[in-house]
């Protein structure tokens, strides 16, 4: 069947449910998803509940209730179907929304699961938000306000990353929000983060892209690069952040850095991207603003355990639930560099095509894949890193996670098939996630094995797509 056949085929069956349990991830992806998902079905009149999952696994199947209401899976489910069968759910009351690699499984009666996967359907940059988002809009065509939040479900799962802006059917969910009105697009702008938040300074030292002599991962040097081009302080001796700057101050920003990196010889290719804007969110919420830092919330949330607090986030609580999640954000960036400057100041060992390190139990699981992304544009970015920490829900169990950059991508590097082809060949481990990042649980034991066998996987990927790689 066609995408737009499965979304229908997933919405009959909602339509003909009272009442709907959906289980979702703990990501900004997860999130969204699942207040686009609830939001949808309430205007349907159906009741619905939430249980937000870290992973789908045997030590997590249990929060999956077994009552008879229809189940919806958002943001997993496809690469662990074998295991849904195993835990009793019918196939015919179970949807399973997602955008990762699909495993159907292999045992068992009663048919397959109601999937709707845009990855089978060619639509690689969109996420289960966007899914969610589509499905939304076949229950009523009203559901385009809920475009935002399918849009910050995407770029928090990067789906704008390789190409520095929305492609597909992910685009289409951009056009429905800016003609609904809560969407601004700012295109082709200075590739930076933090342009609602991040004093300028920094968003342009630290920007992961962009290779500033003089500039790059030195925010004083990045003041006073900023100054000798009439960019300063405000009053209080406060820095603007980028949305605060006039067309012509941004003009001026952007040419001196092309200036500075072309004279350095320097690649300028990710110079530009797109940025997306909420000119309905309050400007004293600033973290609110766009959707790379409103998804950078949401994830704060999650990995802190409190999904529930981007749930009503998304629903539009300001108050409470936001006042207490900004609390979340602050620890959530702190532990993050934490995590950064250990990787920076420990050092990494490098094989011949990853790089690694083990962080054993010194920082929650949840962010450590986080931080080493970070890290890498300190280390060597022509490598992928492979972080291993304690699985804090099985203590027999290593937690592994990997990063790597959109260029080490289009050499023919995935990490998602990396880790799968990986764990194939060893008995007790899962992974999946995509291209550019993803993630594993393997045994204790086989730590150093894996990750002999992940490095040799990347160096046939290389192989393939370029055979005089070395």
């Given at each position: 069947m066609s995408f737009e056949e499965d979304i229908r085929a997933a919405s009959d069956v909602i339509r003909d449910s009272e009442e709907v349990t959906i289980i979702s991830h703990i990501d900004a992806d997860g999130i969204s998803s699942?207040?686009?998902?609830?939001?949808?079905?309430?205007r349907e009149g159906i009741r619905v509940t939430t249980r937000f999952v870290r992973q789908i696994d045997p030590l997590t199947?249990?929060?999956?209730?077994?009552?008879?209401?229809?189940?919806?899976?958002?943001?997993?489910?496809?690469?662990?179907?074998?295991?849904?069968?195993?835990?009793?759910?019918?196939?015919?009351?179970?949807?399973?929304?997602?955008?990762?690699?699909?495993?159907p499984a292999e045992s068992g009666d009663g048919g397959d699961f109601i999937e709707v996967n845009c990855l089978k359907h060619g639509f690689e940059k969109m996420?289960?938000?966007?899914?969610?988002?589509?499905?939304?809009?076949?229950?009523?065509?009203?559901?385009?306000d809920l475009a935002k939040l399918a849009l910050i479900g995407n770029i928090g799962d990067m789906m704008d990353r390789e190409h520095l802006r929305l492609?597909?059917?992910?685009?289409?969910?951009?056009?429905?929000?800016?003609?609904?009105?809560?969407?601004?697009?700012?295109?082709?702008?200075?590739?930076?983060?933090?342009?609602?938040?991040?004093?300028?300074?920094?968003?342009?030292?630290?920007?992961?892209?962009?290779?500033?002599?003089?500039?790059?991962?030195?925010?004083?040097?990045?003041?006073?690069?900023?100054?000798?081009?009439?960019?300063?302080?405000?009053?209080?001796?406060?820095?603007?952040?980028?949305?605060?700057?006039?067309?012509?101050?941004?003009?001026?920003?952007?040419?001196?850095?092309?200036?500075?990196m072309v004279a350095h010889g320097k690649d300028t290719a990710r110079l530009f991207s797109d940025h997306y804007l909420f000119p309905g969110e309050d400007r004293h919420q600033a973290s609110l603003r766009n959707?790379?830092?409103?998804?950078?919330?949401?994830?704060?949330?999650?990995?802190?355990?409190?999904?529930?607090?981007?749930?009503?986030?998304?629903?539009?609580d300001r108050v409470v639930a936001y006042r207490e999640a900004e609390q979340m954000l602050r620890n959530h960036r702190s532990k993050i560099?934490?995590?950064?400057?250990?990787?920076?100041?420990?050092?990494?060992?490098?094989?011949?095509?990853?790089?690694?390190?083990?962080?054993?139990?010194?920082?929650?699981?949840?962010?450590?894949?986080?931080g080493a992304g970070m890290a890498l544009s300190r280390l060597n970015p022509e490598k992928p890193i492979l972080i291993m920490c304690e699985d804090s829900l099985d203590p027999s169990m290593t937690k592994i996670s990997m990063r790597t950059r959109p260029e080490v991508v289009s050499r023919?590097?995935?990490?998602?098939?990396?880790?799968?082809?990986?764990?194939?060949l060893h008995e007790g481990c899962s992974g999946g996630g995509h291209r550019i990042a993803a993630g594993a649980f393997i045994p204790h034991e086989l730590e150093h094995a894996f990750i002999e066998d992940v490095n040799r996987i990347i160096a046939q990927q290389y192989a393939e797509t370029c055979p005089y790689h070395s």
């Open positions: 699942e207040a686009i998902l609830a939001l949808a079905l309430s199947l249990d929060q999956i209730p077994s009552d008879s209401s229809l189940k919806i899976f958002s943001d997993f489910g496809s690469g662990q179907q074998e295991m849904l069968k195993e835990k009793g759910l019918d196939p015919g009351r179970t949807i399973i929304l997602d955008h990762h690699v699909s495993q996420s289960a938000a966007g899914v969610s988002y589509f499905l939304a809009l076949d229950l009523d065509s009203v559901n385009t492609i597909g059917p992910a685009r289409d969910i951009l056009r429905d929000g800016i003609r609904e009105g809560s969407v601004e697009l700012w295109e082709h702008d200075l590739n930076i983060y933090g342009i609602s938040t991040r004093p300028l300074p920094q968003s342009v030292a630290y920007s992961d892209d962009l290779d500033i002599p003089g500039v790059s991962r030195d925010p004083d040097g990045a003041a006073r690069f900023l100054e000798r081009i009439g960019i300063s302080p405000l009053s209080g001796n406060r820095w603007p952040v980028w949305e605060d700057l006039s067309f012509d101050q941004k003009q001026a920003v952007s040419s001196a850095i092309i200036e500075q959707a790379s830092e409103f998804a950078t919330l949401l994830n704060s949330c999650g990995r802190w355990q409190r999904p529930e607090l981007g749930g009503a986030i998304c629903r539009g560099r934490e995590v950064m400057l250990y990787i920076t100041d420990t050092g990494v060992t490098e094989l011949s095509h990853l790089l690694y390190i083990h962080v054993g139990g010194r920082f929650p699981d949840t962010i450590v894949g986080i023919g590097v995935d990490l998602q098939q990396a880790l799968a082809r990986a764990c194939e």
